[in-house]
T-cell receptor, first 111, second 115 residues
Framework: SQQGEEDPQALSIQEGENATMNCSYKTSINNLQWYRQNSGRGLVHLILIRSNEREKHSGRLRVTLDTSKKSSSLLITASRAADTASYFCATDVTSGSRLTFGEGTQLTVNP | KAGVTQTPRYLIKTRGQQVTLSCSPISGHRSVSWYQQTPGQGLQFLFEYFSETQRNKGNFPGRFSGRQFSNSRSEMNVSTLELGDSALYLC??????????????FGSGTRLTVV
């Protein structure tokens, strides 16, 4: 079963705009990770945020974590057509044993 | 350094047959996990191996099994295939102490189709 839900399920924006995806989860976590998947291929790790962190940046990515609300958001700034992909949040309860994934957000960036 | 290698990339099998998928982790990574991805159920954890021992197991029937060799390469086996086993099977490797800041490294997956 899925740990959480992602919102929205699909998002379509123009190049240059920002994209925000949200993730909610159900149990206490050790860390939360975001992954990207292009068209049925493997998952690519984007960013990891630990339970004691509230915000993290990596290039055009900004992730926030609110453990009191059991939610996270991923912001992609100045989006590009190459950002078109599915984005998944994944929670890691015990750090290093298993990931529980959300349902994913399909992002389409139109040139 | 080489990434996680999964073979084969595509596989077509008939109901009732069995199948073996292979995963070679990144050199130095001793933890290997397997995930199943389907349109209906999404990404689901199958099992995780570390030092040739199954450390965690997901909620899948006993037809799904795996093993890990001394060189950390892992195989998963599905016996008595059912149509519902059609999926993308993903393997991920990580350092034994956890994902640190680098997360898990996934292979490109094996696309299994059961007909």
């Amino acid at each position: 079963s899925q740990q959480g839900e992602e919102d929205p399920q699909a998002l379509s924006i123009q190049e240059g705009e920002n994209a925000t995806m949200n993730c909610s989860y159900k149990t206490s976590i050790n860390n939360l990770q975001w992954y990207r998947q292009n068209s049925g291929r493997g998952l690519v790790h984007l960013i990891l945020i630990r339970s004691n962190e509230r915000e993290k940046h990596s290039g055009r990515l900004r992730v926030t974590l609110d453990t009191s609300k059991k939610s996270s958001s991923l912001l992609i700034t100045a989006s590009r057509a190459a950002d078109t992909a599915s984005y998944f949040c994944a929670t890691d309860v015990t750090s290093g044993s298993r990931l529980t994934f959300g349902e994913g957000t399909q992002l389409t960036v139109n040139p | 350094k080489a990434g996680v290698t999964q073979t084969p990339r595509y596989l077509i099998k008939t109901r009732g047959q069995q199948v073996t998928l292979s995963c070679s982790p990144i050199s130095g990574h001793r933890s290997v996990s397997w995930y199943q991805q389907t349109p209906g159920q999404g990404l689901q954890f199958l099992f995780e191996y570390f030092s040739e021992t199954q450390r965690n197991k997901g909620n899948f029937p006993g037809r799904f099994s795996g093993r890990q060799f001394s060189n950390s390469r892992s195989e998963m086996n599905v016996s008595t295939l059912e149509l519902g086993d059609s999926a993308l099977y993903l393997c991920a490797s990580s350092l034994p102490t956890g994902p640190h800041d680098y997360g898990y490294t996934f292979g490109s997956g094996t696309r299994l189709t059961v007909v």
